[in-house]
């Protein structure tokens, strides 16, 4: 489904990634885990066409998505969750929810949608008229999660779904992420709980300063001496 091969993205004259190759399948779920400035949330942003790369090949369903513009990224059927959310928060979370049903083929089907982000997310319908800044961390992410789905997308990709949430709230975070999985997203997922994404996870990447340094299945890379020294505390 989704295809990176040699990506190399940097700012300016600084590289941030380099030479990094992955591969999401239909209704897959696979993590990119590693430590804090490895580049994770660059290769994230390169793959959903927010920073282009310096070099290397993005294709999806078969189609080349190197060159186009960054709009056009989600008429394709991949939606991005940032990193921190970025919810326009003097809108209400219905204004927000609409927003992310924009393109022609999720705007015909908008109603719909809504009605399947309030059964999944039901606080989130109890307060359509409220500012989405007045809501709780989680209900923040939940609500950024919710604006994604309302594009219909084939691809989700999300970038530090647990940052800065409660520990309840982040088991619900990717229980959450199990069920859209399970309904035949694929899905992308950068994390720094490893631990945690690792035990969702299909297939797992470890990127580190920029690198991938290990891939494989969830369970074989947790047995690995440096990642249980780096990463899982053992």
């Known amino acids: 489904m989704l295809e990176a091969r040699q990506l190399r993205v940097g700012y300016g004259a600084a590289p941030a990634v380099w030479d990094v190759s992955l591969d999401v399948g239909e209704g897959d779920l696979v993590v990119v885990v590693g430590p804090n400035g490895a580049g994770k949330t660059t290769l994230i942003n390169a793959l959903a066409g927010v920073h282009p790369p310096v070099s290397g090949e993005i294709n999806f369903q078969g189609k080349s998505l190197t060159r186009i513009p960054a709009y056009r990224y989600c008429e394709t059927g991949i939606a991005l969750v940032p990193e921190g ?5 003097g809108m ?3 204004e927000n929810l609409e927003l992310g049903a924009y393109r022609g083929a999720a705007k015909a089907k908008r109603e719909a949608s809504l009605q399947r982000v309030i059964a999944r997310f039901p606080v989130l319908g109890e307060r ?3 500012p989405a800044g007045t809501l709780s961390g989680g209900q923040q992410q939940m609500l ?3 604006r994604a789905l309302m594009a219909q997308p084939r691809l989700l ?3 530090e779904p647990s940052l800065g949430l409660a520990p309840a709230i982040v088991m619900e975070m990717f229980r959450i992420i199990r069920e859209v999985n399970r309904e035949g997203v694929a899905v992308l997922l950068v994390e720094q ?3 945690m994404a690792l035990d969702v996870a299909r297939r797992a990447y ?9 891939e494989g299945a969830p ?5 690995q001496p440096h990642i249980q020294r780096a990463y899982l505390g053992h």
């Open 219 to 223: 369970r074989e890379l947790a047995s």
């Open 157 to 159: 990709l999300l970038d």
């Open 85 to 89: 959310r970025r919810l326009f928060t």
């Open 144 to 146: 950024a999660i919710g």
């Open 206 to 214: 470890v990127l580190e300063e920029g690198r991938i340094v290990a």
């Open 193 to 195: 709980n490893v631990a």
């Open 92 to 94: 209400t979370v219905l």
């Open 128 to 130: 359509l008229a409220q």
